[in-house]
């Protein structure tokens, strides 16, 4: 467990995360295969080399699982006791295979769960970045977090 309890999770606090993540084309074309998706953009080279981005996109799909996945270690490891909603999600900037993702969390929203009250529900803000800075992704993220246990 290397999560923060809902107690730590104040609002204002920002992490920046310590894993960063460079995209193979092997990660892209995995993930589009098994989700089922035949859009050539993110698959066919020739296609897209015709496109206005010039090569295959990552699938935006896997950039956000890859958001929320950076951010686990240190904020929901252990702690979360459930995943309960992605809004806002925007993706301002396109992937590209080779481009390395980094990111950093707002705690925006902590309040008490007022059906569970061994829980708190936190709103995270998770702004992704490439390796020139460019925003790729936000995504607001609602958790049921559990409550530090009593000693």
């Given at each position: 467990?290397?999560?923060?309890?809902?107690?730590?999770?104040?609002?204002?606090?920002?992490?920046?995360?310590?894993?960063?993540?460079?995209?193979?084309?092997?990660?892209?074309?995995?993930?589009?295969?098994?989700?089922?998706?035949?859009?050539?953009?993110?698959?066919?080279?020739?296609?897209?080399?015709?496109?206005?981005?010039?090569?295959?996109?990552?699938?935006?799909m896997?950039?956000?699982?890859?958001?929320?996945?950076?951010?686990?270690?240190?904020?929901t490891?252990?702690?979360?006791?459930?995943?309960?909603?992605?809004?806002?999600?925007?993706?301002?900037?396109?992937?590209?295979?080779?481009?390395?993702?980094?990111?950093?969390?707002?705690?925006?929203?902590?309040?008490?769960?007022?059906?569970?009250?061994?829980?708190?529900?936190?709103?995270?803000a998770?702004?992704?970045?490439?390796?020139?800075?460019?925003?790729?992704?936000?995504?607001?993220?609602?958790?049921?977090?559990h409550?530090?246990?009593?000693?």
């Open positions: 467990m290397s999560g923060l309890w809902f107690e730590d999770l104040t609002e204002g606090l920002v992490v920046e995360h310590a894993t960063r993540r460079t995209v193979t084309e092997t990660d892209n074309v995995l993930f589009t295969t098994m989700t089922m998706n035949p859009a050539p953009l993110h698959l066919d080279h020739d296609y897209a080399s015709r496109t206005e981005f010039g090569r295959p996109l990552v699938n935006s896997f950039t956000l699982a890859l958001v929320v996945g950076l951010s686990v270690p240190e904020l490891l252990g702690t979360i006791v459930a995943q309960l909603g992605l809004t806002d999600c925007t993706f301002p900037a396109p992937v590209f295979h080779g481009d390395t993702i980094r990111v950093e969390t707002e705690v925006v929203e902590a309040r008490e769960s007022r059906s569970r009250p061994d829980a708190g529900i936190v709103v995270f998770h702004r992704a970045r490439n390796q020139r800075n460019d925003l790729v992704c936000s995504v607001r993220r609602t958790g049921l977090m409550r530090r246990p009593a000693s």
